[in-house]
C-alpha cells in the first residue's frame, strides 16, 4: 500500500517538476551528492579515500523532448571529461529512458553508443541501468548492438522479473548487476510476493558468480550480504570476481566495513537536479527512509 503510494508519487510530472524547483529540499540531499558535477566529484573524492568505487547516475529519466534527452547526453559527456580530469576510480549509471529510449530507439542508440565511445577512451565502464518491464526487451537490444564494437558496457538484472533466468544465462558473458528490482511489476511477468523474490535472487547470484565474468551484487540487504560472503568462500571464488554496490547515503557504516573487510565495494552516486523520481523509488523500497528525511530537515 505504502509501496504503491510513493511509486505513484515518483510518476507524478508536476511534483517531479516542483520538486526540481524547490531544490534539495525533503531530505534528498542525504541520498543525492551534490547538484553539479563539482558537487558530485568532491563526493566521489571522499568516498574514494575510503577505498570504495562509485558508480555515477547523472539523475533524470523518461525523457519525452529530444532536446532534453541530449542535453542529458551531453551532461553525461561532461561526466566522463570530470572522471578522467580528476583521475577518480568511477565508472557510469545511464537510464536509457534518460537520452531517449521513449522517444525513438535509434536515437537512444546513437547516443548511447556516443557516450560508450567517449567512456571507452578513457577505459571507463558505463553500467545500463534496467527501468520498468516495458524498456527491458529494447535496452537489451541496444546493449547487444553497442556490444559489438565496444565492450566497456554491461547491464543489470532484475531478480523480480519471470524471465530474469533466462536472460542471465543469455547476458552471461557480460559484467552484471544483480538487483532485487526497483518498479511496480505486473503478476503477468514479476514476483510478487518479496519471498519468491529475495530466493531469486539467490539464485541469480549464486548462477553468475559461478558461471560469469564479473557480478555486482546490489543490495542493501544483510542477509544477502552474509550468504554471499559465505557462499563465495565454500567456491573458492576470488575477489576479484565481484564487488558489492549500495546506494550513495544508505548504510554507510556497512559500506566502510565491508571495503575494510577486502571487499571490493561500489557507491552508487546520484546527482543532479532531477532527483525526485530517484527518492519517492527509495521511500518506496523502504517507508523507514523517511528517517532520512526527517534526519535532513531537523539536522539543518
Ligand atoms: P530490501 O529493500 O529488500 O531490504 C531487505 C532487508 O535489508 C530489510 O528488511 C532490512 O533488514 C535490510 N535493509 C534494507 N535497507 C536498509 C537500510 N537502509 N538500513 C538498514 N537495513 C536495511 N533497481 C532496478 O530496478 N534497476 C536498477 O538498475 C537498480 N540499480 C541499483 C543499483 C544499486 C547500487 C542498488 C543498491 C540498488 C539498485 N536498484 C535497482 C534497486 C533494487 O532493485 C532494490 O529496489 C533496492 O536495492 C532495495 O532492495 P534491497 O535488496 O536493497 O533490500
Redesign the pocket.
Known amino acids: 500500500m505504502t509501496k504503491d503510494l510513493f511509486i505513484n508519487l515518483s510518476k507524478n510530472k508536476v511534483l517531479n517538476s516542483g520538486a526540481q524547483r524547490w531544490g534539495m529540499q525533503l531530505g534528498a540531499k542525504s541520498v543525492v551528492a551534490g547538484t553539479n558535477i563539482e558537487e558530485m566529484i568532491e563526493s566521489v573524492k571522499e568516498i574514494n579515500a575510503q577505498g570504495i568505487s562509485c558508480?555515477i547516475d547523472n539523475l533524470g529519466e523518461f525523457v519525452y523532448e529530444k532536446e532534453e534527452a541530449r542535453q542529458a547526453k551531453e551532461q553525461i559527456l561532461a561526466v566522463v571529461e570530470a572522471i578522467n580530469s580528476n583521475q577518480v576510480d568511477a565508472h557510469l549509471s545511464i537510464k536509457p529512458t534518460q537520452i531517449g529510449l521513449d522517444i525513438d530507439y535509434d536515437f537512444c542508440l546513437d547516443n548511447l553508443t556516443e557516450i560508450v565511445a567517449a567512456a571507452d577512451r578513457y577505459g571507463i565502464f558505463v553500467n545500463v541501468?534496467?527501468?520498468n518491464h516495458s524498456h527491458l526487451q529494447p535496452s537489451f537490444d541496444i546493449i547487444d548492438e553497442i556490444s559489438k564494437t565496444y565492450t566497456n558496457i554491461g547491464t543489470?538484472i532484475?531478480a523480480y522479473f519471470f524471465r530474469a533466468e533466462e536472460d542471465i544465462q543469455k547476458y552471461n558473458d557480460y559484467r552484471l548487476?544483480i538487483?532485487?528490482?526497483?518498479?511496480k511489476e505486473s503478476e503477468e511477468v514479476a514476483f510478487q510476493d518479496?519471498k519468491d523474490i529475495d530466493q531469486n535472487y539467490i539464485r541469480l547470484i549464486e548462477y553468475h558468480l559461478l558461471h560469469g565474468k564479473f557480478t555486482s551484487i546490489?543490495?542493501?540487504?544483510?542477509?544477502?550480504i552474509n550468504h554471499v560472503k559465505q557462499f563465495v568462500k565454500e567456491n573458492n571464488i576470488p575477489n576479484n570476481k565481484f564487488e558489492f554496490?549500495?546506494?550513495y547515503g544508505?548504510?554507510k557504516e556497512l559500506q566502510q566495513g565491508l571495503a575494510r573487510e577486502g571487499y571490493n565495494f561500489c557507491t552508487?552516486i546520484p546527482f543532479g537536479t532531477d532527483w525526485y523520481g530517484y527518492f519517492m523509488r527509495r521511500l518506496a523500497?523502504?517507508p523507514?527512509?523517511i528517517n532520512l528525511v526527517a534526519k535532513q530537515v531537523f539536522n539543518k
Open positions: 558508480t541501468d534496467m527501468e543489470v532484475q548487476r538487483v532485487k528490482g526497483a518498479y518479496k546490489a543490495t542493501h540487504d544483510h542477509h544477502v554496490q549500495m546506494l544508505f548504510r552508487y523500497e523502504r523507514q527512509n
